[in-house]
């Protein structure tokens, strides 16, 4: 237990120093991630595993095949990470909840109307948007779900794989990586919400309307993030936690290339098609952040959320990352 409290202080101490901002999120995420691992600790010591009787068979053997690829994906994804979409999704309402309230009360719609020009009114929105707070709200309410489906879909690729890497939460350099992500995507959410708020005012400014009409607009913004961004998140970075667990694990156990599983149905997209198959080190990028992919219907990709170490590749993808055979 001890060394699972070090592991919380050295994840939020390695990372987030750099700022008083980013401190202050360190702070609060501390005892929310302390009650985290107790939990997870003392759920251990009670819960005994049923031992398998059948004997265990390495990836090589297990991953040889397109339908044991197939097996790995839904088992994975389908199976494992799935049931994280749901408790994702709920969170990320409850927040554009929590926003739409924050903003509507610190809004004066009667100064927005009064603004000389776009400009003036983008101005005086992100004044009032308090940016630190609207992250702080996601990071808090993200961060101990997002280190649960990360813990669970390691241990899940170890179990199906027959590879033996332990917790990898507690490796700092793992730590880094999920502060990074959930730092990141509190940003990218927040500034697709304002860019949205800033977009519908704009609009209804041009034509005139007043306070009531505005305030509308803003609670239809949230509306929409609540029926079909909050979807999107949750599908998305399910996948993109999972997909890192498993990189991870590849990463420590020693495994040396990566191979990308592509769901193949009548759903697969013009991207994901041509990517299944491909095989890189387990250390590479398929593609560096910045990166364009043009698909096989000529569609451009631009890939400038981060680095692609695995899936997801676009938003709502269903892909996997499993290991290169080595025979």
């Not at 390495?58 to 397109?66: E, G, I, R």
């Not at 009531?212 to 399910?238: C, G």
């Not at 495994?255 to 769901?263: L, S």
């Not at 991207?271 to 560096?288: E, H, R």
Request: hydrophobic share 35%; glycine share 4%; with cysteine.
């Amino acid at each position: 237990v001890e060394e699972e409290k070090s592991f919380t202080l050295q994840m939020m101490n390695n990372k987030i120093t750099n700022s008083r901002k980013r401190e202050k999120i360190a702070e609060a995420l501390q005892p929310l991630l302390k009650k985290k691992i107790r939990k997870d600790v003392e759920k251990k010591r009670v819960k005994k595993k049923a031992k398998k009787k059948i004997k265990k068979k390495s990836y090589q053997s297990l991953l040889s095949t397109q339908e044991s690829k197939t097996l790995f994906h839904e088992s994975l994804i389908l199976k494992s990470a799935q049931k994280f979409e749901d408790d994702i999704e709920t969170m990320f309402q409850n927040v554009f909840k929590q926003q739409e309230r924050i903003i509507l009360d610190a809004f004066d719609l009667q100064e927005v109307i009064k603004a000389p020009s776009e400009e003036d009114t983008n101005k005086l929105i992100d004044d009032l948007w308090d940016k630190d707070t609207m992250n702080q709200l996601i990071v808090l309410a993200y961060a101990p779900l997002f280190l649960e489906l990360f813990r669970e879909q390691s241990s899940a690729t170890q179990d199906f794989l027959n590879l033996r890497v332990g917790d990898v939460t507690r490796n700092a350099d793992v730590v880094s990586e999920i502060t990074e992500t959930n730092l990141q995507l509190s940003g990218t959410v927040n500034d697709a919400t304002i860019k949205n708020i800033k977009k519908t005012l704009a609009l209804g400014v041009v034509e005139g309307e007043g306070a009531n009409m505005l305030k509308e607009r803003i609670q239809q913004v949230f509306t929409d993030a609540s029926d079909k961004r909050a979807e999107m998140i949750a599908r998305t970075e399910t996948i993109r936690g999972s997909n890192l667990a498993a990189n991870t694990v590849y990463e420590k156990a020693g495994v040396k290339t990566k191979e990308w599983i592509t769901a193949i149905d009548e759903r697969t997209c013009q991207w994901c098609g041509p990517m299944d198959g491909t095989q890189l080190k387990v250390s590479d990028n398929f593609f560096d952040k910045g990166s364009t992919f043009e698909g096989r219907e000529g569609g451009i990709l631009n890939l400038n959320y981060s680095d692609t170490k695995g899936p997801p590749l676009h938003p709502n993808c269903r892909c996997t990352l499993g290991p290169v055979i080595e025979i």
